[in-house]
C-alpha cells in the first residue's frame, strides 16, 4: 500500500498569509495526486487533481505543485473562507490512500 | 446540478448488517464509477470501495473484503453498500462520491452515519 503523510498536521495563519501544506508518498506516483478541502461537518471538496489541475470553481489563490513522492499544496493568500482540514490522495494504485490531514485556522 | 443523497444509516449491532444507499441524479450514471469513503469519529478519511460504471469491476478495502458488497442499479441511477458482520470499528459517516473513471474524487454526497455499537 502506497503509505501517505503530510505536514504540518496543523497550521495557525494571519488572512493574506501564504500557507504551505506538504505531502510525501510512500511511493513515486506519477502525479497522480489529489488534494481535498473538508470543512467542519461537511462533505470534502476536490480542490486539485494530478498534482497540479485546478478544479473548475477553485480560486486560483490555490495550486498544487511537485512530482515523484513530494507534493505541495499553497494557499497564496489565507482567506477566512479557507479555515477547515486539507488532505492529499494518491491516485496511482488501489488501496486508495489519503494523508492524515493539515488543519488550517486563522490566527 | 450533481446530488447524490444517501440514506440507509443508523445503529446496529456487532455482527448486524445494513444497506447503504446512494441515488445520484445531474450527470449520466453510467459513465461514472462510484466509491465509497468514510470517516471515522474526529478521524481522517480512508476509501472503503470502488466500482466501475457497468458494474464489472469492484475494488475493496482489505479491512471490508468479504463483509461489504458494492453493487449498482444504472436504471435507477443509485448505488448501494451492504454490509454484513459489521464491527464498532466501523463506525463512521459513510460518503457516496463519483468521478469520471478517475481515482479522483469529484462528486460526494453530504453523508450518513452508520454507528455499530451493542
Known amino acids: 500500500d502506497v503509505q501517505m503523510t503530510q505536514s504540518p498536521s496543523s497550521v495557525s495563519a494571519s488572512v493574506g498569509d501564504r500557507v504551505t501544506i506538504t505531502c510525501r508518498a510512500s511511493r513515486g506516483l506519477n502525479r497522480q495526486l489529489g488534494w481535498y478541502q473538508q470543512k467542519p461537518g461537511k462533505a470534502p471538496k476536490l480542490l486539485i487533481s494530478a498534482a497540479s489541475t485546478l478544479q473548475t470553481g477553485v480560486p486560483s489563490r490555490f495550486s498544487g505543485s511537485g512530482s515523484g513522492t513530494d507534493f505541495t499544496l499553497t494557499i497564496s493568500s489565507l482567506q477566512p473562507e479557507d479555515i477547515g482540514t486539507y488532505y492529499c490522495q494518491q491516485g496511482i494504485s488501489f488501496p486508495l490512500t489519503f494523508g492524515p490531514g493539515t488543519k488550517v485556522e486563522i490566527k | 446540478d450533481v446530488q447524490l443523497v444517501e440514506s440507509g444509516g443508523g445503529l446496529v449491532q456487532p455482527g448486524g448488517s445494513l444497506r447503504l444507499s446512494c441515488v445520484v441524479s445531474?450527470?449520466?450514471?453510467?459513465?461514472?464509477?462510484v466509491f465509497w469513503v468514510r470517516q471515522a469519529p474526529g478521524q481522517g478519511l480512508v476509501w472503503v470501495s470502488r466500482?466501475?460504471?457497468?458494474?464489472?469491476?469492484?475494488n475493496y478495502a482489505d479491512s471490508v473484503r468479504d463483509r461489504f458488497t458494492v453493487s449498482r442499479d444504472n436504471a435507477k441511477n443509485t448505488v448501494f453498500l451492504q454490509m454484513n458482520s459489521l464491527r464498532v470499528e466501523d463506525t463512521a459517516v459513510y460518503y457516496c462520491?463519483?468521478?469520471?473513471?478517475?481515482?479522483?474524487?469529484?462528486?460526494w454526497g453530504q453523508g450518513i452515519q452508520v454507528t455499530v455499537s451493542s
Open positions: 445531474g450527470f449520466t450514471f453510467s459513465d461514472y464509477w
Open positions: 462520491t463519483s468521478s469520471l473513471r478517475s481515482y479522483y474524487f469529484d462528486y
Open positions: 466500482l466501475n460504471g457497468d458494474g464489472t469491476s469492484v
